[in-house]
């Protein structure tokens, strides 16, 4: 935090235990696309305490949420999802078991 040119440090207080708290609830569904929208009020979350120096405590305000049902993705006709890897093959490169990288384990 910088006042005046100074730079001191801006704690916040619980931030690592217990994060961003959000006093609006919400739904999320499956297969179903949720957008939040939040205001941070800076001027309203930031306060200097005698003993403590500079303290943030988030304002958040939910503004609006909307939900709509996630976009199907579209298949390319070109593509195969015969193996596990990435490009319908083995994970590993192969086409055997092992992805025939390496000896018989029988």
């Known amino acids: 935090m ?3 040119g100074e730079t001191f440090p801006l704690m916040i207080p619980s931030g690592t ?3 961003i708290k959000l006093n609006h609830g919400f739904e999320l569904t499956e297969g179903t696309l949720t957008s939040i929208t939040l205001d941070f009020d ?11 120096g500079w303290m943030m405590r988030p304002v958040i305000d939910v503004i609006a949420t909307t939900s ?3 976009p199907e993705e579209p ?3 070109g593509e195969s999802d015969s193996g596990d890897g990435p490009d319908g093959g083995d994970a590993d490169g192969g086409n055997g ?3 025939g990288q390496g000896p018989d384990p029988g």
């Open 68 to 70: 709509e049902p996630m």
């Open 75 to 77: 298949v390319d006709a």
């Open 2 to 4: 910088v006042v005046d």
């Open 17 to 19: 235990q217990s994060g």
């Open 42 to 52: 800076a001027g309203e979350s930031v306060h200097y305490t005698p003993g403590n």
């Open 97 to 99: 078991p092992d992805g």
